[in-house]
T-cell receptor, first 112, second 116 residues
Framework: GESVGLHLPTLSVQEGDNSIINCAYS??????FIWYKQESGKGPQFIID?????DKRQGQRVTVLLNKTVKHLSLQIAATQPGDSAVYFC???????????FGQGTELSVKP | DTEVTQTPKHLVMGMTNKKSLKCEQH?????MYWYKQKAKKPPELMFV???????INESVPSRFSPECPNSSLLNLHLHALQPEDSALYLC???????????????FGPGTRLTVT
């Protein structure tokens, strides 16, 4: 399953399928990007990050892709599991102060 | 210890009350943050402390007053709040500058605030 566009709030996928969550950012000067997962009733939890001098980074079952030409970031989750159900936020860092600007988020729902 | 703790977990207060939210971390981080989060919305930055000094105030109303007593503690004092201030208040911490290429912020579980 794949989310498209900046403001699509919900993505529903079947357990075992791959998920792709997309994020568009606006500031070409942003030099660092991060994905957070937020489960209901909890604070955001770090998933993976990437610097602007990279276009791909892999973690355990997750991959982040960065396309600076079109200012687009995506999070790919392989073999999606029910425990992956959560809201996913991308965030960008725009200056040296470490301030993060969060995107609107995508709610991922995994059907067993 | 990679945990940010927040107390209380839930808080209900009237518009004339004074209350405080507390945040603590023991990771040696020297940057600490307060965020406000409404349901199904992203966290909105309120304040940033760097080395115990307020470095960013995102034009937050004065009824919210932050305090950083030491490098491990962060408070948010609340007074004369409005019902629209009801939200999840998140605390986060990080290394203030780049460390190993990461600007990751570690978040606490939040305080669910209801203003009646």
């Amino acid at each position: 399953g794949e989310s498209v566009g900046l403001h699509l709030p919900t993505l529903s996928v079947q357990e075992g399928d791959n998920s792709i969550i997309n994020c568009a950012y606006s500031n070409s000067a942003s030099d660092y990007f991060i994905w957070y997962k937020q489960e209901s009733g909890k604070g955001p939890q770090f998933i993976i990050d990437i610097r602007s001098n990279m276009d791909k980074r892999q973690g355990q079952r997750v991959t982040v892709l960065l396309n600076k030409t079109v200012k687009h970031l995506s999070l790919q989750i392989a073999a999606t599991q029910p425990g992956d159900s959560a809201v996913y936020f991308c965030a960008e860092k725009r200056n040296q102060g470490g301030k993060l600007i969060f995107g609107q988020g995508t709610e991922l729902s995994v059907k067993p | 210890d990679t945990e940010v703790t927040q107390t209380p977990k839930h808080l209900v207060m009237g518009m004339t009350n004074k209350k405080s939210l507390k945040c603590e971390q023991h990771m040696g981080h020297r940057a600490m943050y307060w965020y406000k989060q409404k349901a199904k919305k992203p966290p909105e930055l309120m304040f940033v402390y760097s080395y115990e000094k307020l470095s960013i105030n995102e034009s937050v109303p004065s009824r919210f007053s932050p305090e950083c007593p030491n490098s491990s503690l962060l408070n948010l004092h609340l007074h004369a709040l409005q019902p629209e201030d009801s939200a999840l208040y998140l605390c986060a911490s990080s290394h203030p500058g780049r460390r190993q290429g990461s600007y990751e912020q570690y978040f606490g579980p939040g305080t669910r605030l209801t203003v009646t």
